[in-house]
């Protein structure tokens, strides 16, 4: 049995909160300032004390994961809240890794965004995989809508701080297009929804002070193809009517991964789904 360090223990939590994670991105998340040569024998030490597993793939990053001996400890630690799944069989894995991984590199864009400006985002400032029940106006639909992750960023901008949320959506270019619009009345309506009763307060309100914005983000294909595939997707957006009628109430907007990571996320790296084609930061604003 070894003795786990800090940056072993910041390293079991953060794999057990992202569920998959490469050896590099785990670098960059919890020891940037280490070299990937001791981030690979730290995470080496964990396998063997049969807290940590990896996946190998030919030709492509480390994958490592805990192992349910490393999500028990991390449960018992009480550092973060216990998370309702477990990683699924080893096939799973491999079909899920490259959506993770594409999810784990957006935070990270937040993260070291945010190391750079003195802003507050780090390494659990997004949860995975956040449900949201709701029903449509009338009350008779029931649904869910499950964003891949639910960020959190305190953004300081002339000695003023500012809480921003975003629901994070983030599409490998495996659906159409006209399917990944669809995933936006997901948000309209849970927006939407109002139980009857008690001044029929927004079901939202119970969870976020305002809003989140959604944010999808595109990744899986060169960036030419990605720009096309944003620019199809505000089309669609446009066309539907519940979804663009959804202006403001609901802000949406599109980026792609290599835009994001490449600039970053106050840079004008996103496109508005809906009214007019302007370059805006992840947050909203104009460049």
């Known amino acids: 049995m070894i003795t786990v360090d800090v940056l072993q223990r910041?390293?079991?939590?953060?794999?057990?909160?992202?569920?998959?994670?490469?050896t590099e991105q785990v670098r960059r998340l919890v020891a940037p300032a280490l070299s990937p040569v001791t981030v690979r024998a730290k995470l080496a030490d964990l396998r063997r004390a049969g807290l940590a597993d990896r996946i190998t793939r030919e030709h492509r990053p480390r994958t490592w994961h805990v192992t349910p001996v490393g999500a028990e400890a991390v449960e018992a630690a009480g550092t973060v809240d216990a998370r309702a799944y477990r990683l699924p069989g080893t096939l799973v894995a491999h079909l899920l890794q490259e959506h993770t991984l594409d999810v784990v590199e957006t935070g990270l864009?937040?993260?070291?965004?945010?190391?750079?400006?003195?802003?507050?985002?780090?390494?659990?400032s997004w949860t995975p995989e956040v449900a949201h029940q709701f029903r449509d106006r009338a009350g008779d639909r029931r649904g869910v809508v499950i964003a891949d992750a639910v960020l959190q960023y305190v953004l300081e901008e002339?000695?003023?701080?500012?809480?921003?949320?975003?629901?994070?959506?983030?599409?490998?270019?495996?659906m159409?297009?006209?399917?990944?619009?669809?995933?936006?009345?997901?948000?309209?309506?849970?927006?939407?929804?109002?139980?009857?009763?008690?001044?029929?307060?927004?079901?939202?309100?119970?969870?976020?002070?305002?809003?989140?914005?959604?944010v999808i983000v595109l990744s899986g294909a060169e960036q030419p193809a990605l720009e096309r595939r944003l620019a199809d997707l505000r089309a669609h957006a446009q066309a539907m009517p519940l979804v663009s009628?959804?202006?403001?109430?609901?802000?949406?907007?599109?980026?792609?991964?290599?835009?994001?990571?490449?600039?970053?996320?106050?840079?004008?790296?996103?496109m508005p789904l809906l009214g007019d084609p302007r370059w805006v930061s992840v947050f909203g604003r104009l460049a």
């Open 176 to 214: 159409p297009v006209a399917r990944l619009a669809r995933k936006l009345v997901g948000y309209i309506r849970y927006h939407d929804h109002a139980p009857a009763g008690a001044g029929r307060k927004p079901v939202w309100r119970e969870r976020y002070p305002r809003f989140p914005r959604v």
């Open 245 to 270: 009628t959804a202006a403001g109430r609901v802000d949406m907007i599109a980026t792609t991964l290599p835009h994001l990571v490449g600039s970053g996320p106050l840079e004008p790296v996103a």
């Open 109 to 124: 864009a937040f993260v070291e965004t945010a190391r750079r400006r003195g802003d507050e985002c780090g390494p659990l």
């Open 158 to 174: 002339a000695g003023r701080r500012s809480q921003r949320t975003l629901f994070v959506e983030l599409d490998r270019a495996t």
């Open 10 to 22: 910041e390293a079991l939590t953060v794999l057990y909160w992202h569920r998959l994670m490469s």
